[in-house]
C-alpha cells in the first residue's frame, strides 16, 4: 500500500527534487515508526507527526515566495488545499520535489507505528488516505492504484490471518478477491477521470489522436504520445503584417514522458508586458473558422481587442469561453529582432530562479544524454550557437514520422538512442532537453505554424498546422524561438492530409481555399522555422549554415550513426511489462486458488478414477475395483457409518453385483487366492455399476 503513494511522491522527487534525501526521510520515518511503535503509546506517537508536520510545513514554505505568508493565510491555505482535491496535479506545485520530501514522513511513520502495534487495520486506513489524497490531485493512474487497492486488501487480509493465529490455507480466498479485483480493473477506470486503459492489454502510448489535440487542447499537463494523426480542417485565419509562428502557450516543467506548466492562469487587465530586447509591433485579426478554445497570436502579444482573454502561464492567451465560427479577436505582438550577432554576444546572467526553473531535467535522466550533447556542440562557444548546433544536427539526423512507438519514460533518451524518426514533440522535447544539460534555460512552446498564405497578408491555418517548437532565453532579449522539426518532411504530411480533405471537399462543392504551391511551402515554412519573421530569415539562414559548418563538425554523422540503436528497422517486439507480469501473476493465482477451493479438481480426478482403471497385478487390481464400487455406493446412496466396515457396508447397500464383487473381494485379500479371471471378473462388474449409475 505504501509503495503506491511514494512512488507517486518519488516521481515528483525525481522530476524536480533531491531523490537521496527523500530516500532518508522516508527511511528515518519508517524506522522511527517501527521502533516507537514497540516502546511508547499513541500520545507520543501522535506529538511526533505533529512535529513532523510542522517541520515539512516549514521546509517547505522556506523554499517559497512569501511561503509562511501564505501558511499564515487561512484563505489561501484552503484554496491550495481545494486546488489539490479537485485536480490539481503535485507536479504542477512549485519545488514539486521539496513538497513531497516534506509530506512523505507523516503517513510513512504512521503506518509503520500501526505496524509495529499489529493494527493493521488502521496503517492500511492511512496508506488508504494518502493514497486517495493523490488521486483527487490527479497524479494516480490504473496500475499505481491498482497496486495501492491489491495493498490495501493483502494487508487487512493477511493481518487478519497472523492475528488470529489462521494457517496460510485461509489464505486462498485472499488471492481469490485480489484476482476478481484485478480482472475488474483491467477493463474499468479505478480513477474517476483518469485512464481507462486496460491494465493487461496493450499500451496506451498509441491511441489514436490528432497532433492538433495532443498539444494545443493540452491545457496545463502535455503528454507525449505515440503515433498520431493529423486534422486537416480549416481552424482560423489570420490577417497580419507579417507571417509568424502563432502561438498557444509554453511549458516548464520536464516529466520525461510529457510537460507542466507551473505557472498560474490570471485575468487579462488591458495590456502585457514586452519582451526587454528591441521589438517589432505586428497586429493581427484573427477570425476563427470553426469551433476552437485557444487565441493564437504571434509572439510576444501585448494587447487585445473584442475579447477579454485568460492569460496562461508564460503569457498564452485563451478565450473565456469557447470561440465559434465568425467570431474574431485582434492581438498586437511585440516580435523580437533576433540579430544572430546580437544574441552570440548576449549575456548570460540570468535572473535569480529563472535559471533553475528553465533548466529542470528529472534526476533520473540518463548521463548519456549530457555527454552526447557536449560531443555535439563541443566548438560551440555562446548559448546561441549551441542553440543553432543543436537545432542543425536534430534537423539532419533524425526524419520526420507521424507513425512512432512511445517510449515508456525519458522520451529524450530514447529519441536520441533508440529511434530514428518521430514529429515535432519529439524533436522540440529533445532539444529542449540537450539545452538544458548546457545550462541553457528553454523551454517547450506550442501552436500553430504559420499555415497556408492565400494572398499577401492572410493566412490560413489547418489542425494539421499544429506544431511544437522550442524557446530559448537571452538576457535582455528575452525568448527566442528555434525549430528542430525538419520543415520539409512536415510540410509533405501536411500537405498529404490537406490534399485528401480538398479533394472530398471539391467533390462536395466545397470553397475551402486550396494549398499553394508545394515548392513555396516548403521555402515558406524551412525560412519560418528559424526565424519567422520575413526581414531576417535571409540572415538568419546564412548565420545557420555557417553555425552548422563550424560547431556542429564536433560530431560527424558516421560518428552519430554509431551512438544510436538503429533498432527500428526490425519489426516491433512487444515484451510484457513489469505490470503485466505482476498482474498476470495474481490473476492466475487467483485462479488456482478459486479452483483448490471450489473441489473442481477433486471432482474432475475423482471423475477420471471412477471411469478408467488401469491394470497391473491381479490382487491390486481388485482392490481398485472395490474401492472404486465403495465410492460409488457412497455417492448413490448414504455414507457409511461409524463402525461400519467397508464389506459390511457393501452387503448392506448393494445390490446382487455388488456382494459378488465383496466376495471377490474377500477371497482375494484375506484368502490369498486372487487370479486373473478374477480380477478381470471384479473390473467388470464395476465398470458396469459405473455406467448405469446416474449419480457420479
Given at each position: 500500500?505504501?509503495?503506491s ?12 527534487g533531491?531523490?537521496d ?9 519508517l ?7 514497540r516502546?511508547v503509546g499513541p500520545v ?25 505568508s501564505?501558511?499564515?493565510s487561512?484563505?489561501?491555505?484552503q ?13 504542477q ?11 512523505a514522513?507523516v503517513?510513512v511513520?504512521l503506518?509503520a507505528?500501526?505496524?509495529a ?9 492511512v496508506?488508504?488516505l ?6 483527487l490531485t490527479?497524479?494516480v ?24 493465529n489462521?494457517d496460510?490455507?485461509?489464505?486462498s ?19 474517476p ?10 499500451s ?9 489535440g ?6 496545463s ?26 502561438r ?8 520525461g ?5 507551473t ?6 487587465n ?17 477570425r476563427?473558422?470553426?469551433?476552437i478554445s ?9 494587447s487585445?481587442e473584442?475579447r477579454s ?25 511585440a516580435v ?8 552570440r ?22 548521463d548519456r ?12 562557444d ?16 533524425w526524419n520526420?514520422?507521424?507513425d512512432?512507438q ?18 515535432c ?11 538544458r544539460t548546457q545550462?541553457i534555460p528553454?523551454r517547450?512552446?506550442v ?8 494572398d ?7 489542425g494539421?498546422d499544429?506544431h511544437?517548437?522550442?524557446?530559448v ?7 527566442v524561438?528555434f525549430?528542430?522539426?525538419?520543415a ?16 472530398e ?22 525560412n ?7 526581414e531576417?530569415q ?5 548565420d545557420?549554415?555557417?553555425?552548422t559548418?563550424?560547431?556542429n ?32 501473476m ?12 471450489s473441489?473442481?479438481t ?6 477420471v ?7 497391473s ?11 472404486r464400487?465403495v ?6 446412496h ?8 467397508r ?9 446382487q453385483?455388488?456382494r459378488r ?6 477371497r ?6 486372487p ?9 467388470e462388474i464395476?465398470n ?7 449419480v457420479?
Amino acid at each position: 500500500m505504501s509503495i503506491s503513494y511514494l512512488w507517486v511522491l518519488y516521481r515528483a522527487v525525481d522530476i524536480d527534487g533531491d531523490p537521496d534525501l527523500f530516500f532518508l526521510v522516508v527511511c528515518g520515518a519508517l524506522v522511527t515508526g517501527l521502533l516507537l511503535g514497540r516502546f511508547v503509546g499513541p500520545v507520543v506517537a501522535y506529538l511526533c507527526v505533529g512535529l513532523l508536520a510542522a517541520g515539512g510545513t516549514m521546509l517547505y514554505a522556506s523554499t517559497i515566495p512569501n511561503g509562511y505568508s501564505i501558511i499564515l493565510s487561512i484563505d489561501a491555505f484552503q484554496t491550495d488545499i481545494v486546488a489539490l482535491l479537485t485536480g490539481l496535479s503535485i507536479i504542477q506545485i512549485i519545488n514539486a520535489g521539496v513538497w513531497a520530501t516534506a509530506v512523505a514522513p507523516v503517513p510513512v511513520f504512521l503506518t509503520a507505528y500501526f505496524t509495529a502495534r499489529h493494527r493493521y487495520g488502521q496503517a492500511t486506513f492511512v496508506g488508504c488516505l494518502a493514497l486517495g489524497f493523490l488521486i483527487l490531485t490527479g497524479d494516480v493512474n490504473t496500475t499505481i492504484g491498482l497496486i495501492g487497492v491489491l495493498g490495501a486488501t493483502a494487508a487487512v487480509g493477511f493481518g487478519d490471518l497472523a492475528r488470529h493465529n489462521t494457517d496460510l490455507s485461509g489464505a486462498s480466498a485472499l488471492l481469490v478477491v485480489l484476482a476478481v479485483i484485478v480482472v475488474l480493473t483491467s477493463s474499468l477506470s479505478l480513477v474517476p477521470g483518469g485512464e481507462s486503459t486496460p491494465i493487461l492489454g496493450g499500451s496506451d502510448g498509441d491511441r489514436a489522436q490528432t497532433v492538433e489535440g495532443s498539444l494545443t487542447r493540452a491545457d496545463s499537463q502535455l503528454s507525449i504520445q505515440g503515433s498520431i494523426s493529423l486534422d486537416p480542417e480549416v481552424r482560423f485565419s489570420i490577417e497580419s503584417d507579417r507571417e509568424a509562428y502563432w502561438r498557444v502557450g509554453a511549458y516548464d516543467r520536464y516529466t520525461g514522458t510529457g510537460w507542466v506548466r507551473t505557472a498560474d492562469d490570471r485575468s487579462y487587465n488591458g495590456s502585457l508586458s514586452k519582451p526587454p530586447g528591441t521589438t517589432d509591433t505586428v497586429r493581427q485579426r484573427v477570425r476563427a473558422e470553426s469551433s476552437i478554445s485557444t487565441m493564437p497570436a504571434a509572439w510576444k502579444p501585448i494587447s487585445v481587442e473584442n475579447r477579454s482573454p485568460r492569460v496562461t502561464g508564460f503569457d498564452g492567451l485563451q478565450p473565456s469561453e469557447q470561440l465559434d465560427a465568425g467570431d474574431s479577436y485582434t492581438v498586437t505582438s511585440a516580435v523580437l529582432r533576433t540579430e544572430p550577432a546580437v544574441l552570440r554576444n548576449a549575456s548570460t546572467g540570468y535572473p535569480d530562479g529563472l535559471r533553475q526553473r528553465y533548466t529542470q531535467l528529472p534526476d533520473s535522466t540518463p548521463d548519456r544524454v549530457d555527454a552526447y550533447t557536449d560531443r555535439v556542440t563541443a566548438n560551440a562557444d555562446n548559448s546561441y550557437d549551441t542553440a543553432r548546433v543543436i537545432e542543425r544536427h536534430l534537423q539532419k539526423n533524425w526524419n520526420y514520422s507521424l507513425d512512432v512507438q512511445r517510449p515508456d519514460k525519458h522520451v529524450a533518451n530514447n529519441f536520441l538512442f533508440e529511434m530514428e524518426r518521430g514529429y515535432c514533440t519529439y524533436f522540440a522535447t529533445t532539444m529542449v532537453t540537450m539545452l538544458r544539460t548546457q545550462g541553457i534555460p528553454t523551454r517547450l512552446a506550442v501552436g500553430y505554424a504559420p499555415g497556408e498564405s492565400v494572398d499577401g497578408n492572410r493566412w490560413v491555418v489547418r489542425g494539421l498546422d499544429s506544431h511544437a517548437w522550442v524557446e530559448v532565453y537571452f538576457p535582455d532579449h528575452g525568448w527566442v524561438q528555434f525549430d528542430p522539426t525538419p520543415a520539409t518532411p512536415r510540410e509533405q504530411a501536411e500537405q498529404t492530409a490537406a490534399n485528401t480533405t480538398d479533394s472530398e471537399n471539391d467533390n462536395a462543392g466545397s470553397t475551402t481555399p486550396s494549398p499553394t504551391d508545394q515548392t513555396d511551402r516548403n521555402e515558406t515554412s524551412s525560412n519560418a522555422s528559424h526565424t519567422p519573421t520575413p526581414e531576417n530569415q535571409s540572415q538568419s539562414n546564412t548565420d545557420g549554415a555557417n553555425a552548422t559548418n563550424s560547431p556542429n563538425q564536433a560530431l560527424p554523422p558516421d560518428q552519430d550513426s554509431t551512438e544510436r540503436d538503429n533498432s527500428e528497422d526490425d519489426p516491433w517486439i512487444v515484451l510484457p511489462t513489469w505490470e503485466q507480469i505482476l498482474f498476470g501473476m495474481i490473476v492466475v493465482l487467483g485462479v488456482v486458488a478459486a479452483i483448490r477451493r471450489s473441489g473442481v479438481t477433486t471432482r474432475a480426478y475423482r471423475a477420471v478414477w471412477l471411469r478408467r482403471q488401469p491394470r497391473s497385478d491381479p490382487e491390486r487390481d481388485i482392490e481398485r475395483a472395490f474401492d472404486r464400487l465403495v465410492y460409488l455406493l457412497e455417492r448413490e446412496h448414504r455414507p457409511r457409518q461409524p463402525g461400519e466396515t467397508r464389506l459390511q457396508y457393501v452387503h448392506e447397500v448393494g445390490e446382487q453385483a455388488d456382494r459378488r464383487m465383496a466376495e471377490i473381494y474377500e477371497r482375494a485379500v484375506y484368502a490369498g487366492d486372487p487370479s486373473q479371471a478374477l480380477a478381470d471378473e471384479a473390473v467388470e462388474i464395476v465398470n458396469r455399476q459405473v455406467k448405469r449409475c446416474s449419480v457420479i
